[in-house]
C-alpha cells in the first residue's frame, strides 16, 4: 500500500501548528498565535497568508481603539484538511508497526 500523499500546505512544521493551535479553539487572535509559536510577527503573516490562500483559514480584521486586531479561525474546509491529515499521519505511522511485523 503506498504512503499517503501529505497536504504539503499544512505538513510545513510551522503551519502544522498554527493549524493545530487553530483546530482546538474558535478563534485566535494574532497575539495569541505569535505568542503561543514563538514566531515573528512576519513569519507568521506570511504562513497565515499562505493558509488563508489556501482557504483553510478565516481572517477577520479590525481595529479595537486604534489598534488593528486580527483573529483568525479555520474554514471547514481548513478543519477537514487537519482531520485528513491526522488520519493521514496515523496511517503512515502505522505502516511502520506493520513494516516491522514481516
Known amino acids: 500500500m503506498p504512503a499517503p500523499e501529505l497536504d504539503r500546505l499544512i505538513h510545513e512544521p510551522a503551519r502544522l501548528r498554527l493549524v493545530t493551535l487553530l483546530y482546538v479553539v474558535d478563534e485566535a487572535d494574532f497575539t495569541y498565535l505569535a505568542d503561543r509559536t514563538g514566531m515573528t510577527a512576519g513569519n507568521l503573516s506570511s504562513h497565515m497568508a499562505k493558509l488563508e490562500r489556501g482557504g483553510y483559514v ?17 474554514t471547514t474546509g481548513g478543519r477537514t484538511a487537519v482531520e485528513t491529515y491526522r488520519r493521514e499521519i496515523a ?12
Do not use: E, N
Open 91 to 102: 496511517a503512515l505511522l502505522a505502516g511502520i508497526d506493520d513494516a516491522g511485523t514481516r
Open 58 to 74: 478565516h481572517v477577520d480584521k479590525s481595529f479595537l481603539g486604534r489598534r488593528p486586531h486580527t483573529v483568525y479561525r479555520l
